[in-house]
């Protein structure tokens, strides 16, 4: 009866509320969305100058972009409930892992060479707010 007991608490417990993000947790998914912004702008560049074709930029896009969405999962309210004093780097962690998201998804819907240009430029300055922001923490 008391294993039964402790086995219902146990469930109830799984997966309930937000788990506590320290600095160093943080600064793994600021440096997961640098990795993604770095890699976005590289696909942009080879757009940019012709390099790739355009079925390669949509799914690597894509596989991209849903890799910027996990991050943001991870960095939500309902999952993530920032150590005192992390709140604004976390909503800055938030805030760029929605524009790469964003720039990811422009770049694989529309694989032009003067978007792709623009994106690159946007995707290197975010990468560049993303390690900043990590280097902080």
Do not use: I, W
């Not at 942009?44 to 991209?64: P, Q």
């Not at 999962?73 to 800055?92: H, M, T, V, Y």
């Amino acid at each position: 009866m008391l294993l039964a007991f402790a086995a219902c608490l146990g469930l109830a417990g799984c997966g309930g509320g937000a788990k506590t993000l320290d600095a160093k947790a943080l600064q793994k998914q600021a440096e997961e969305v640098e990795s993604l912004a770095t890699e976005g702008s590289l696909l942009a560049g080879d757009v940019a100058e012709g390099d790739t074709t355009s079925v390669f930029v949509r799914v690597h896009g894509d596989a991209l972009g849903e890799n910027a969405q996990k991050v943001l999962a991870k960095l939500a309210p309902d999952k993530a409930k920032p150590e005192s004093g992390l709140a604004q780097k976390l909503d800055r962690a938030s805030a760029l892992a929605r524009s790469v998201r964003a720039d990811l998804a422009k770049l694989a819907e529309s694989p032009s060479s003067q978007a792709a240009a623009s994106l690159r430029g946007r995707l290197e300055h975010e990468a560049e707010e993303a390690k900043s922001l990590a280097d902080s923490l």
